[in-house]
T-cell receptor, first 114, second 111 residues
């Protein structure tokens, strides 16, 4: 049973560039959430996708956008990169219906903006 | 006031002792509570979830929830050096809701 996978593992970009991060959820999961984790902080919620639509959004600017595909995988896009966007980007998957409410994280993508 | 508050630590505990980690939250509507363990440079790993008041035990781990006091704790018995990590407390309103994380408590188990 494959867990949550993310690609790439590391990425270095220059200010002003755009980046796309990818996530495949755990088998049986239909919901994908994205988080940003700065050094020494807890993960901060960016947004959540279910049925190919953004369902909830945290306090992140419109430069952050996403997409979910019919196979439940998801992408996170960040435009006009700033130095402050350097962080660990985490994808978490879950099942929307039912009692089980846990979210499971992928290994993350470490983004460095120079 | 932060939505989920934890002491940043570090909390130093001798090997074999009980480590006690605490967390308070501000949203009274919260229904689901989680503890994640995060090793340096790695992603968070879910170790416990709890939904009802009281205690929930899983191996060496016990989660405790008191909704009236808006307080969650994690006890680690017989602490091992491999338990040295940052422990993140997290809460959510429902299965469809975002999870809100605390900043984490660094735990160090000394031999």
């Amino acid at each position: 049973d494959a867990g949550v996978t993310q690609s790439p593992t590391h990425l270095i970009k220059t200010r002003g560039q755009q980046v796309t991060l990818r996530c495949s959820p755990k088998s049986g999961h239909d919901t994908v959430s994205w988080y940003q984790q700065a050094l020494g902080q807890g993960p901060q919620f960016i947004f959540q996708y279910y049925e190919e639509e953004e369902r909830q959004r945290g306090n992140f600017p419109d430069r952050f956008s996403g997409h979910q595909f019919p196979n439940y995988s998801s992408e996170l896009n960040v435009n006009a990169l700033l130095l402050g966007d350097s962080a660990l980007y985490l994808c978490a998957s879950s099942r929307r219906q039912g009692f089980i409410r846990e979210q499971y994280f992928g290994p993350g993508t470490r983004l460095t903006v120079t | 006031q932060k939505e989920v508050e934890q002491n940043s630590g570090p909390l130093s505990v001798p090997e074999g002792a009980i480590a006690s980690l605490n967390c308070t939250y501000s949203d009274r509507v919260s229904q689901s509570f989680f503890w994640y363990r995060q090793y340096s440079g790695k992603s968070p790993e879910l170790i416990m979830s709890i939904y009802s008041n009281g205690d929930k035990e899983d191996g060496r781990f016990t989660a405790q929830l008191n909704k009236a006091s808006q307080y969650v704790s994690l006890l680690i018995r017989d602490s091992q050096p491999s338990d040295s990590a940052t422990y993140l407390c997290a809460v959510s309103r429902s299965s469809a809701s975002k999870i809100i994380f605390g900043s984490g408590t660094r735990l160090s188990i000394r031999p």
